[in-house]
């Protein structure tokens, strides 16, 4: 029996579908059985960052209209074992999908798939509500700022109350040059704010963006940052033990030679 | 390097972020208003003021979440307790 993880932040463009892919892909890598369900219908955008858009035929919503069997909806994608998409209907609304449904398709998946992830879309309306329903823990993506934490905050306080546990934190976007200089909320404050577990820090890697516009998500090239942080949260969600790394600042070593240079 | 900092001690970014973001939170996790909460404040300080001596806006609040619930945290920093009469 798998598990049913929805990926939520409340604020909208903090990483989501990035993380999604991501993990989904990453999982799969280790050997995982995957399947990772798009629910921001309307807006779908899950089928993209994979690279997998030419090749989706059906939806979740001509599963739940019982226009196709759920195994036939799924996409695979056939650069690593066992990962698949449901991709999300492009013309509906959000509302068009009722809780009881989603619940429904991921009951059913996790019988086979050791990890079902739900791409949530951002807000605290229906499609959220839809995304979290057949879940039973939570990852909430945040970035390092007073809008985004303060809606994961209002996030954490609806799953909660859902019973949906344990529910986990990725901090993404961290700059460490920039909490050096004291401008963006380091990740002590903002665990101790949300108090809630970290599963792992996503630097800002100028990779995101390549990869997505590639349609390969970034743990296929493995030496970024952002690939190996990505690939660490995947490791520990699988219940291996590893370090969160603490963030070295960039510049440290080049701010040490110029210091020296200086006082040549 | 940068000795400078050091030194000012002028209010990080961060700092002010963190502060500003513990006061929204507690605000939305409270429900209440920020008027509310002031109203709190004073009152609890007036209770507090009959057996401590302290300066009124040294104090701080904010909720912490804990599991499913809150916990409410104040800082009343105090010079001494007052003698009982
Ligand atoms: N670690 C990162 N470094 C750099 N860019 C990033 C990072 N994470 C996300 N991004 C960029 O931020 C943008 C939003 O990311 P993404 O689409 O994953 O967010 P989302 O939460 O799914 O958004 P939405 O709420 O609209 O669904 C994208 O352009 C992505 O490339
Ligand atoms: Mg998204």
């Known amino acids: ?152 905050d209002r996030i954490i306080g609806l799953l909660q109350n859902q019973d949906i546990e344990p529910i986990n934190l990725i901090l993404n976007r961290l700059s460490p040059t920039l909490v050096k200089k004291g401008n963006m909320i380091s990740k002590n404050d903002v665990l101790d704010i949300l108090n809630i577990d970290l599963l792992g820090i996503v630097p800002e890697d100028p990779g995101v963006i390549a990869s997505t516009n590639r349609g390969v998500p970034l743990v296929h090239n493995d030496g970024s940052p952002g690939a190996d942080a990505y690939m660490r949260i995947a490791r520990r969600m699988i219940g291996q033990r590893v370090p969160i790394p603490e963030m070295r600042d960039d510049n440290f070593f080049s701010n040490i030679l110029k210091w020296f240079s200086r006082n040549k | 390097m940068n000795f400078k900092n050091i030194f000012t001690r002028k209010a990080k970014t961060s700092n002010i972020a963190t502060q500003r973001l513990k006061l929204i939170l507690t605000q939305d996790r409270f429900d209440v208003s920020d008027d509310s909460m002031q109203k709190l404040q004073v009152e609890l300080t007036e209770v507090l003021a009959k057996y401590f001596e302290f300066t009124m806006n040294s104090v701080k609040m904010s909720l912490k979440r804990d599991g499913n619930s809150y916990v409410l945290m104040a800082d009343f920093p105090f010079k001494q307790l007052k003698k009982s009469s």
Not at chain 1, 78 to 103: G, H, T, Y
Not at chain 1, 112 to 122: C, G, K, R, W
Not at chain 1, 134 to 144: F, M, S, V
Request: with cysteine; proline share 2%; glycine share 8%.
């Open chain 1, 1 to 152: 029996m798998g598990k049913v993880i929805v990926i939520t932040s409340g604020k909208g463009g903090v990483g989501k579908t990035t993380s999604t892919a991501n993990l989904g892909t990453a999982l799969a890598m280790i050997s995982k059985k995957v399947v990772i369900i798009d629910a921001d219908v309307g807006l779908r955008n899950l089928d993209v960052v994979m690279g997998l858009e030419s090749r989706v035929v059906y939806t979740s919503m001509d599963v739940i209209e019982k226009r196709c069997e759920l195994e036939k909806a799924l996409v695979k994608d056939r650069r690593v074992e066992d990962l698949f998409l449901l991709a999300a209907s492009q013309r509906n609304r959000k509302d068009d999908i009722k809780p009881e449904q989603m619940l429904d398709i991921c009951e059913r998946l996790k019988e086979i798939y050791d990890f079902v992830l739900v791409d949530s879309p951002a807000g605290i309306e229906q499609g959220f509500h839809n995304a979290a329903a057949g879940a039973e823990e939570a990852i909430i993506i945040t970035t390092p700022d007073v809008s985004a934490i303060r809606d994961a």
